[in-house]
């Protein structure tokens, strides 16, 4: 079977499988709908951003089959845990590869194509992109990443602005809400470099780790994604305004994204 015709069938599995999550206690209920919306943005967002590319029509349903399934750890891991936070309970990037794998959802599949997606999909969470894969494995790990950014950017901005302001923790991490900006997070920053979870110490170090993610985009379309929906402002007025450091690092990753944006390669 080609990829296209998979790949509905997929959307159909992947409703009727969250389906089975869905709960009448309304907490959990909100946290099943969050993954299922998100997982629908990201597929959007990874066509925009595979658009971009000239990506045959087999690559670009390869890439939005792994956009589909990228998250399916997270509702076992909910189900299991009662939590997000792969730290307190489960890689769930390694957790959806093994439910691909157990519930055979990708036979049917050339093998090798399914390894792919599955490897794309077990990969997609690490820190920095792992070694060792084909030029393919790597476009479609690249996509994703950059796909499950501009969506998660979108569930962090709306709930910083969201009226009323109640808090999820599931969103939040467990953070004090202080306007502190750690050293390590600043120094990290600063370098044009990723913030380690291990150095967040307060709320504020938290957003400054999700502005600094335009430290680990791949495509120009990206970029001009994050200018477009205005991101970084959004993460910026929900911070500390009289913060200096707040300021320098605004200025750097503004900067870095007008850069990039239209490039036409990033190495
Ligand atoms: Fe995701």
Known sequence: MDVQTILLKLKDWFEDYTSGFYSDEPMVQQNMMLKVEHTRRVCEAILMIGGSLDLS??????????????????????KRYRTFLDHKSIDHA??????????????????????????????????????????????FLKLLRDADKVDIWRVVTEYYHRSGNQRNRSIELDLPDAPQVSDAVYDALMNKTLVQISDLKTLTDFKLLQMGWVYDLNFPMTF?????????????????TSSSRVQEIYKLVQAHVAENAFQSRIS
Not at 67 to 73: E, F, N, Q, R, S
Not at 107 to 114: F, T
């Open 224 to 240: 001009r994604i994050v200018r477009e929906k205005k991101f970084l402002e959004s993460i910026r007025d929900a911070l500390p």
């Open 57 to 78: 029509s087999e690559n670009l349903s390869i890439a939005e089959t792994c956009a589909l399934l990228h998250d399916i750890g997270r509702f076992e891991q909910y």
């Open 94 to 139: 390694a957790l959806g590869a093994d439910v691909i794998q157990n519930l055979h959802v990708l036979d049917g599949i050339e093998p090798e194509m399914a390894e792919m997606i599955v490897r794309t999909v077990r990969f997609h969470n690490r820190a920095a992109l792992p070694e060792n894969q084909t030029s393919r494995g790597f476009l």
